[in-house]
């Protein structure tokens, strides 16, 4: 459990980079264009490393399982993420934005598994997303004052 | 006001989405790879990245002034070599996202743990100022606003 717990922090890591890459990148470019090549650049390398790792595979384990045509959504919804994050950080300010968004991810994080979830849990998965909106809304708060004082 | 709350009602569907997404692609990984999954995911969103942009571009292209095109013209230069590269730890993301979510700490966990590792990667970065932002030295204070997340973050994982 400790190692999945290692990755995941570690990919919070790796999405502040992204993040921050992409940040400047917007900058300049606007959020649409700086995610075309965010998403061009992952999928050069990915491309890259599929050929790679095909190379150490045996032929049963190449083949391509048909999935679902809703498991192809993923790419799609990256993508519109990009536009609608940016429209509504024009609405209401980053503080707000962020405060919201993480709050939304959670709670549909903890929906999305719930069938496997007694009530108890549930609480208390409702508490937790409360601290961390808690915990949000502090990390924003004096952020804002920052900008403010200057 | 019903435009603010829309909007504030906009950003919590735009949160879930994203939880949806994460989702979404973990379950392609479980049926092929995680390599499998963040390369098919990253195609198609490249392929509708572009279409945004024609589409966006096609409907504001009026609305554009020259004056604003020189601006932006001039501000690109200053721009660093690296910032094209964020899609190499973005590949990295749905790898990683892929392996947590189908373990158990599942996908409440691994979204509580990429945000504290995010809240705390960023007061690093911030205190070193790197990826050219602004220096913003560590203060004790910071303490409070992690401890919550972390604090809640532990409930989402372990009960």
């Known amino acids: 459990m400790l190692f999945y717990i290692v990755i995941a922090l570690l990919n919070g890591v790796v999405m502040g980079c992204s993040r921050a890459l992409n940040g400047q990148l917007s900058m300049q470019a606007g959020p649409l264009k700086a995610s075309v090549c965010n998403h061009l650049v992952g999928f050069i390398l990915l491309s890259f490393l599929l050929i790679i790792w095909s190379v150490f595979q045996s032929e049963t384990e190449l083949l391509i399982v048909s999935a679902p045509w809703y498991l ?53 998965n409702i508490v937790g997303v409360i601290l961390i909106g808690i915990g949000i809304y502090f990390s924003q708060l004096n952020s804002f004052k920052l900008i403010k004082q200057k | 006001m019903l435009r603010q709350v829309s909007d504030r009602l906009l950003a919590i569907v735009a949160g879930s989405l994203l939880a949806l997404m994460i989702s979404i692609n973990s379950g392609l990984a479980i049926l092929n790879s995680p390599l499998q999954a963040s390369w098919a995911a990253h195609g198609i969103g490249a392929l509708v990245a572009i279409f945004l942009v024609v589409v966006y571009s096609r409907c504001f292209r009026l609305s554009q002034s020259k004056a604003n095109r020189h601006k932006k013209d001039n501000k690109l230069i200053s721009l660093p070599s690296w910032a094209y590269f964020g899609g190499i730890p973005g590949a990295f993301t749905v790898l990683l996202a892929a392996i947590t979510v189908n373990s158990e700490i599942g996908l409440s966990g691994t979204l509580a743990c990429a945000l504290v590792g995010q809240i705390v990667f960023g007061m690093i970065s911030d205190h070193f100022g790197w990826f050219e932002s602004e220096i913003k030295a560590f203060v004790l204070q910071d303490l409070l606003k992690v401890l919550p997340i972390i604090a809640g973050s532990f409930l989402l994982i372990f009960i």
Do not use: D
């Open chain 1, 72 to 124: 192809y959504l993923g790419g799609f919804i990256g993508a519109l993420y990009v536009a609608l994050n940016s429209f509504i950080l024009s609405q209401i300010g980053a503080a707000n934005t962020a405060l919201l968004v993480i709050s939304g991810q959670m709670i549909t994080g903890i929906f999305l598994e719930h069938e496997s979830m007694a009530l108890n849990n549930f609480l208390a």
